[in-house]
């Protein structure tokens, strides 16, 4: 099992950048692909970024290609979301996931076995 914790959250105004972590615990990061996905007021959860095992291989949604990028630190038990040109649409509940399946990066949420509890990003116009 692995848990995970994030951070970074906060009220940003537009334009500007955060970055988001994931702390992870337990088993070793490398056996799990990573992603991130948020849940806007009044939507469904939706997939933002994803990242494969080693790092080598990462898939955005449409939304946020070119602004977003994730990246891992296998030794630190660590992924980030670097956030940048943020817009108030991205205003959301953040999580990050883990998949024990590493053979591929799913969008799907319900692929992903375990989860954290969150941290709220607020993109203010």
């Known amino acids: 099992q692995v848990q995970l914790v994030e951070s970074g959250g906060g009220l940003v105004q537009a334009g500007n950048s955060l970055r988001l972590s994931c702390e992870a615990s337990?088993?070793?990061?490398?056996?799990?692909?990573m992603g991130w996905f948020r849940r806007a007021p009044g939507k469904e959860r939706e997939f933002v970024a994803g990242?494969?095992?080693?790092?080598?291989?990462?898939y955005y949604a449409d939304s946020v290609e070119g602004r977003f990028t994730i990246s891992r630190d296998n030794a630190k038990k660590v992924v980030y979301l670097q956030m940048n040109s943020l817009e108030p649409e991205d205003t959301a509940v953040y999580y990050c996931?883990?998949?024990?399946?590493?053979?591929?990066?799913?969008?799907?949420?319900?692929?992903?076995?375990?989860w954290g509890q969150g941290t709220q990003v607020t993109v203010s116009s």
């Open positions: 990242i494969s095992w080693s790092g080598t291989a990462t």
């Open positions: 337990g088993r070793p990061l490398e056996t799990y692909t």
């Open positions: 996931a883990a998949d024990r399946n590493v053979l591929q990066v799913s969008m799907s949420a319900a692929t992903y076995e375990y």
